[in-house]
């Protein structure tokens, strides 16, 4: 990278704000008695990009090259319910080669449900072009991707992922704040004349507690929105119920058969025959875990599971971590 040999063509997975209290789960975090959700779905660019995007140092999908690249003859069709993209990329500069990632985002119409400014539907990365060299990439969205859950019943379909009416624009570029339209069927978006229900589920983890979230509410004009505040939607159900209801059939345990995990993935055992033989403690430790900081896996992750006992491993179960946030890296 130093000298040049190589391109990066890597792009940011998340957001760089400009100080920490200005991601909206800031002011929830750490609270001794439970920490609120309150920002919901609005994580990451999803909140920047919606409501306060002069609140970035760096945006998410932004990545550097030594060279440059122009996005070319992009148009969207659709076929049902997916929609095929294709754009061409042609590397512009005169002495790199290197690589572009392509980036689809979502501008859904808002409506009786809240909806980010932006959401990423689609990417592609180009191969390794030389100065002058193009490629033409094409990016399929289900429209499955335009939908939103209805988890309060604001549409008159409750735990349904619906598409409300209105036109639902595609932008095309480089990173979130890099974009341009691109047509659908020649038109400036896809247009939804009616509400449109694609699944229906059932409520499951909703709060058990009442509290607020954030949703969009009419900005001032210049595509920002401000916040406003609603109720969560809170649990109708008996979780304890519902699982005990829907328990599966035992397995009756068998006892060590010698059965190894790859002998599962290669088909020579069902996962319920190896599974029959845990006994109840190794399969009280495949759910439990080790917990934080196990010395078995990188220092610092919240959690060690899998093969963290010996017999486990010994079966082919392999040690892996939890590594959320940056412990991970």
């Known amino acids: 990278l130093l000298y040049g040999e190589v391109t990066p063509s890597g792009k940011l997975v998340g957001s760089i704000a ?9 002011p929830c975090w750490g609270a001794e008695a439970q920490s609120l959700y309150q920002e919901d779905i609005y994580v990451g660019y999803r909140y ?9 140092q760096f945006p998410f999908g932004f990545g550097l090259s030594y060279t440059s690249f122009t996005l070319q003859s992009a148009r969207a069709e659709t076929f049902g319910d997916l929609i095929k993209a294709t754009v061409t990329v042609t590397n512009r500069g005169e002495r790199f080669a290197g690589k572009e990632v392509v980036q689809i985002y979502l501008q859904a119409p808002q409506g009786a449900l809240g909806k980010p400014a932006k959401v990423l539907v689609a990417f592609a990365k180009t191969r390794l072009l030389q100065p002058g060299e193009g490629e033409t990439l094409t990016l399929s969205i289900p429209l499955e991707r335009f939908a939103s859950l209805d988890d309060s019943g604001a549409t008159g379909h409750p735990h349904c992922y619906v598409m409300e009416p209105g036109l639902y624009r595609l932008l095309l570029g480089n990173s979130v704040r890099d974009l341009q339209p691109m047509p659908v069927d020649g038109e400036a978006g896809y247009a939804q004349k009616t509400l449109r229900i694609l699944s229906c589920h059932q409520q499951v983890l909703a ?3 009442p509290f607020v979230r954030i949703k969009p509410a009419a900005g001032g004009g210049d595509g920002r929105y401000q916040i406003e505040w609603e109720d969560v939607p809170r649990r109708e159900i008996n979780l304890r119920t519902r699982i005990e209801e829907r328990l599966p059939e035992s397995i009756p345990l068998t006892g060590n058969q010698g059965l190894t995990l790859n002998d599962v993935a290669e088909g020579r055992t069902t996962m319920n025959a190896f599974v029959a033989q845990l006994s109840v403690e190794e399969l009280a430790c495949l759910v439990r875990g080790e917990g934080m900081c196990s010395h078995k896996v990188t220092p610092g992750v919240a959690s060690a599971f899998g093969g963290v006992a010996d017999s486990l491993l010994e079966k082919g179960i392999p040690l892996a971590s939890t590594a959320d946030g940056p412990s991970g890296i």
């Open 18 to 26: 400009i100080s920490l209290d200005d991601h909206p789960a800031s």
């Open 207 to 209: 709060p058990t507690v």
């Open 48 to 56: 920047f990009e919606t409501f306060c995007p002069q609140r970035l």
